[in-house]
């Protein structure tokens, strides 16, 4: 008994605080900490990595098959992207949460807006900084019409299609006002899906009118939380150690390989069929690696113009 006594004065000490709590078959609460950055679904690039269930997965079954582990934290920083991504990604998480019975707090740090917000989602609470940008409930498809630009410079477009829909939405064609129609219709579909999503995890927290929430508008974090699509102010460190104590300890979970793992697929898809054919010539090399620089940058400018939306 006089050794548990000495052990349990010791317990808070700063050094030897640990080892006493270790010996009193007291471990330190520990949490794991998954991180879900960057624009999610769409074309992985070096310069511009997306965010997909893939990607995610492995962190996420570590994270929630540590036995140490009291809960699950998920830093979220996403200006969305891809709905399917969004949604396989928010699902898996509360399917692991589920079956190895761990709370899921999530956490909104620069942009949780759009798929990035339906990520949020994913926990039993959500947190964000008072100035993050939260929300971003709706759909959205963007392009550009090329057709007077052809015209002006001389330049014939040919289209043929076996399937009368086939070349809808083509840019290099008048817009057709039926295949415009067909877009919005699919657009409401996916809207709507996305709104029951917010319902079904925010339920009776939400405060506001659906016209208001989900009319594809975004808040600070402050004003997230007066409207219900979140339930505090706060970083991870900080709540985490109100809810689990101060002797809380994060660990980060990323056993996914990083960026390079991230594009091995593709590496190895394309590897085959390269060596089932003759050397290239150094023209062609040089003709492919340009194709790809310009691809990668677009696919760059596009996740970059994802972040500009929301000012970041």
């Known amino acids: 008994m006089a050794i548990k006594d000495n052990l349990r004065a010791l317990r808070d000490q700063p050094l030897i605080g640990p080892i006493a709590r270790k010996l009193m078959g007291e471990p330190e609460p520990l949490v794991t900490v998954v991180r879900l950055t960057g624009v999610i679904g769409g074309q ?3 310069l511009s990595p997306s965010l997909t269930l893939a990607s995610c997965a492995a962190d996420l079954e570590a994270a929630f098959t540590n036995s140490q582990a009291k809960a699950v934290a998920i830093a979220i920083n996403s200006p969305g992207g891809s709905p399917v991504q969004s949604a396989l990604i928010t699902k898996r998480v509360r399917a692991l949460a589920k079956e190895h019975e761990k ?11 759009s798929g990035g917000y339906m990520l949020a989602l994913a926990g039993d609470e959500i947190y964000a900084d008072e100035n993050s940008v939260v929300g ?3 759909v959205v498809s963007a392009g550009f019409g090329f057709k007077k630009l052809i015209d002006k410079v001389g330049v014939e477009r040919r289209i ?3 399937g009368t829909s086939k070349a809808m939405l083509d840019p290099f064609q008048e817009e057709n006002p039926k295949d415009v129609a067909h877009l919005k219709k699919l657009q409401e579909e996916v809207h709507e899906s996305f709104k029951q999503m917010v319902r079904d995890h925010r339920g009776d927290k939400l405060s506001a009118s659906e016209d208001e929430l989900f009319n594809g508008a975004f808040w600070t974090g ?3 939380r007066t409207l219900g699509l979140i339930d505090g102010l706060g970083d991870m460190r900080a709540v985490m150690q109100e809810k689990f104590g101060d002797k809380t300890k994060l660990k980060l979970v990323h056993v996914s390989g990083g960026l390079f793992r991230r594009n091995k697929n593709a590496a190895e898809v394309g590897a085959p069929a390269a060596a089932a054919t003759a050397s290239p010539s150094a023209a062609a090399m040089m003709a492919g690696e340009a194709a790809n620089l310009v691809e ?5 400018l596009e996740a970059r113009a994802h972040w500009n939306r929301f000012g970041l």
């Not at 709370?103 to 807006?113: L, R, S």
């Open 44 to 46: 992985s690039t070096p």
């Open 103 to 113: 709370p899921v707090f999530t956490f909104i740090e620069d942009v949780g807006a």
């Open 136 to 138: 971003s409930i709706g």
């Open 160 to 162: 043929y299609t076996a």
């Open 222 to 224: 402050a004003t997230a």
């Open 296 to 300: 990668t940058g677009l696919a760059a």
